[in-house]
């Protein structure tokens, strides 16, 4: 009687894994291709975001957190105040509100530093202001006697009267890297990744803002702003701020000098290039959106 074959075995009628690895390795590849062409093209996966580099560290915290920043730190360099100032401005809010402006608090605090009108500090709309908070800060700040040789934790508590001075030591180089990069110490250090202008610019708020916190004159030209700072660590720290703007202001690009961010959602918004048009250095060209 012949013999009868037996079916394949089961593994015998499967895939060639070999071949199966081959092609999921190959899929892999496009997939990977295709989603850091989105991330660094079209920001797809990113959200908005604004870093500070300076001191060989970075620091990253949300638009509208950095545009407090931003005015903290201005204020300070208005002010002629030195850098060590806009450093202890940082911390202190980070601490306080974390660079939010807080319409509540312990007990009656508000705002930026958690400043209290039942102390002194000004009203309550008056501590809802940005540059009204941070002004009165500064004022507090330089009427403490050899402030600028104290450690934080005894500004803080001199200043703040605070109940854990202690804590805003874990926020000082934060501080100092924020500073030194919008302050014009650290150039080209302060860049935001952000979605699309949703409204045109404002030339005449924005010039007013400008005077307001930087102290610097701008010069409306439809939606081109110029400033000629006195030099170019002041260009640096006005093209700074004007990023840290950006968000709330509609700006769509800034150029110091050579040098130019430009905005938009992919990973290329995190740092300045050429541009096409270089002006002098300490000059600035602020760009906002035509909507």
Same mark, same amino acid.
């Given at each position: ?29 496009? =997939?990977?291709? %295709? ?24 620091? !990253? ?24 100032? @806009?450093?202890? &401005? ?31 500090? &000004? /009203? ?9 908070? /941070? ?8 009427? =403490?006697? &050899? ?15 605070? %109940? ?19 302050? @014009? ?10 979605? $699309? ?21 701008? /010069? ?10 006195? $030099?170019?660590?002041? %260009? ?6 004007? =990023? ?11 150029? =110091?000098? &050579? ?6 959602? @992919? ?5 300045? !290039? ?7 250095? @300490? ?9």
């Amino acid at each position: 009687m012949p013999r009868r074959e037996h079916p394949p075995l089961v593994e015998e009628r499967g895939p060639r894994w070999p071949t199966l690895v081959a092609i999921l390795c190959v899929l892999a590849l496009f =997939v990977g291709v %295709g989603i850091w062409y989105a991330r660094d093209r079209i920001g797809l996966f990113l959200g908005e975001e604004c870093r500070a580099t300076a001191l060989d560290e970075s620091v !990253s915290f949300r638009p509208d957190q950095m545009h407090h920043a931003s005015t903290i730190v201005l204020i300070a360099v208005k002010r002629g105040m030195p850098a060590r100032a @806009g450093s202890i &401005g940082i911390a202190t809010a980070i601490q306080e509100s974390k660079l939010r402006n807080l319409s509540y608090g312990d007990r009656d605090s508000l705002g930026l530093f958690q400043q209290r009108p039942s102390q002194g500090w &000004g /009203t309550p709309e008056q501590l809802q202001d940005p540059v009204y908070a /941070t002004n009165a800060f500064y004022d507090a700040l330089v009427k =403490v006697d &050899g402030w600028q040789d104290m450690v934080i934790t005894e500004i803080a508590q001199e200043v703040q009267r605070s %109940g854990y001075p202690e804590a805003y030591a874990d926020h000082e180089q934060e501080g100092r890297i924020i500073a030194s990069a919008m302050s @014009g110490h650290s150039p080209e250090g302060f860049a935001c990744r952000l979605d $699309d202008p949703t409204a045109a610019g404002r030339p005449d708020t924005f010039v007013a803002a400008l005077s307001q916190e930087t102290g610097q004159v701008g /010069t409306a030209e439809g939606q081109v702003i110029r400033v000629a700072a006195p $030099d170019a660590r002041h %260009g640096w720290a006005v093209g700074s701020w004007a =990023v840290g703007q950006a968000k709330a202001r509609n700006v769509v690009s800034v150029q =110091v000098g &050579g040098r130019q961010w430009s905005r938009g959602a @992919g990973d290329n918004a995190m740092q300045w !290039s050429d541009a096409d048009a270089p002006v002098p250095a @300490g000059q600035v060209v602020i760009t906002l959106h035509t909507g």
